[in-house]
């Protein structure tokens, strides 16, 4: 491989292992946090809020697959990195 090709893996490898952190890293905080929020002590709502958030996760992956399929795959991550600086902002401010 040339040092391009090694660049470019590395890369891609640094994006996905970031995604698979962000994706997992909230799973065993919630739970613990959930008690300080009111209904946070209902185990079935705490169970569908994390099953909500993977099932988005899911869906959201197909459709961002099938736009950087039609659009390109930099033009997706880019959006997906300024979405996911939105969501940052807006869940600091709350």
Excluded: C, W
């Amino acid at each position: 491989m040339t040092s391009a090709e090694k660049r470019a893996g590395a890369s891609l490898a640094a994006i996905f292992a970031l995604r698979m952190l962000g994706l997992f890293l909230i799973l065993p905080v919630f739970a613990v946090h959930a008690h300080t929020i009111p209904g946070g002590d209902n185990l079935t709502l705490v169970g569908l809020a994390i099953g909500a958030y993977g099932l988005t996760q899911a869906f959201l992956q197909i459709a961002y697959g099938a736009a950087s399929d039609r659009f390109g795959r930099k033009p997706v991550i880019v959006f997906g990195l300024m979405l996911f600086v939105v969501g940052s902002v807006v869940a600091a401010l709350a």
